[in-house]
């Protein structure tokens, strides 16, 4: 049996940069061709093809390739030398370096590709548009609220993942102290241990690292991709908005939750890696514990300022949730009060437009309120680990029941605001419909037959049981009663305003499922 041994001398030496980037370094050693064939003459029968490598090529030493039998000898698994746990631990440790580098090469490869291609879509759609928007069109500022709050998340993104590695990194560099303060109460002598420790922490550092620079080219991607949807969205022709101003403040108000939520989680995510470090450290660190007697009084101290607190964000919340409460009850005496009085179709609308943005807007409130809250809390549990750590979790855990019950009196309190709000809407919206001006159904058929009743091909309870009651009223609600004539009649070249609401009585009295039938 033939078999082809290439001899390959290299050694790799992996370095950890002060940057935590890992570089390889490959080195050829020296190696003749007296070597090689002292190798082959070692082992008889066979055949063995015999190349050296490239590696010796490039020293400039000739190229050699020897035919000889030789016998290699199957070695016994017992006499296979096992490697040292220290080696194990640096090749293991070289690999996660070198996957490492990889990672954070690939992610900023493909974030330069993203880059690129934005540049060309962009590029290309400008070169479609016959002239760009501005920033006061009220579509290109929807488009960039939204991309506002989407950079902001892929920014947070990176701060998480930064809390995260940091604490990861201390576990690490903690793991190190400890083999090294081992090493010097048993013995002065050199310890395998602490090299062990050191080579599984430099793999565990690089890949923090990596995970902080692959987060970081991602974001740079998302960011891109935010222009390219901006930029886009000036070179897209304008697009009628019927009530821009409203639909811009709802936008905001999306935009301001997502970024509290952001925000809120980096905030979340850094207290938890104050903990994993104030762990690391005290592993390493044995704190010097606190006199009892100070621990008890200030433990007793926190609980009072606690109660106390605790008493007065109650008595907060529940007020608010009264006059919620009250508000819903006065929004509801207001609509049944309504006096019907003449108001056109289209200004319900702008109410409706009007309702729909300040109750975003309250919503939005109560989710950046629960968002800073959040962060809060997870403060006051950080606080509380951290204490645990030097025996004063006791005062720590008052304290933190104190801040929990505040926050947690805060969201309380932005919800009922939340509810008191959006009860105002509904009200001038329900007000507004009750205030519609009515019109005729009699008369609303005598002009179907007039207006309408050639040009649509169909008499009037053909035309009225198009829709449901329900249906006819969304779509005068919406402000589309007169272009829904026009898609039911196209051969209807344009439709009078003033006949809609009497036309629209006919449909919603006749409608099919009304079960009235007009005689025309």
Known sequence: ????????????????????????????????????????????????????????????????????????????????????????????????????????????????????????????????????????????????????????????????????????????????EKAKRATSIESELPDIRVDMAKAKASGEIAESVAAVEVAKAKAVAKIAETVETVEIAKAIPTKEIAHPVEATQVAKAVSAAEIAKAVSAVEVARAISATEIAKAVASVEVPTAIAPAEVEKVTQAAKADSAQRIIEAVKSAELAKADAAAQIVESVEAVEATKPVKLKIVEVNDVKAKASAQIAQSVAKVEVTKANEAAKMAKSVATVEIAKLDGTSAAAQAVAVGDIAESTAKVEKAKALSIKEIAKSVESVEIAKKTVEKGDASKGQKLYLKKLKKACGMNGAKFAAQHTQDEWEEIRENGQFGQEVQNLCPNVKSFNQRWEKDIYEFCYEYANDSGNVPSC
């Open 1 to 176: 049996m033939t078999k082809t041994v290439a001899f390959s001398l290299i050694a790799s030496t992996i370095l950890l940069t002060s940057g935590c980037e890992a570089k390889v370094e490959k080195k050829v050693e020296n190696t003749t061709q007296q070597e090689v064939k002292q190798q082959i003459a070692k082992t008889e029968t066979n055949t063995t093809k015999v190349e050296v490598s490239q590696d010796i090529v490039n020293k400039n030493l000739p190229q050699v390739t020897i035919e000889k039998e030789v016998v290699i000898p199957e070695t016994p698994i017992a006499m296979i030398e096992k490697p040292s746990p220290l080696k194990v631990a640096k090749t293991d440790a070289a690999v996660k370096i070198i996957d490492s580098v990889e990672k954070v090469e690939e992610a900023r490869a493909d974030t330069l590709a993203r880059m690129k291609e934005a540049v060309t879509t962009v590029e290309s759609a400008r070169e479609k548009s016959p002239k760009l928007n501005t920033h006061d069109d009220p579509a290109v500022q929807i488009v960039e609220t939204k991309a506002i709050s989407d950079i902001a998340k892929s920014v947070a993104h990176v701060e998480i993942t930064k809390a995260v590695s940091a604490g990861e990194i201390a576990h690490s560099v903690a793991a190190v």
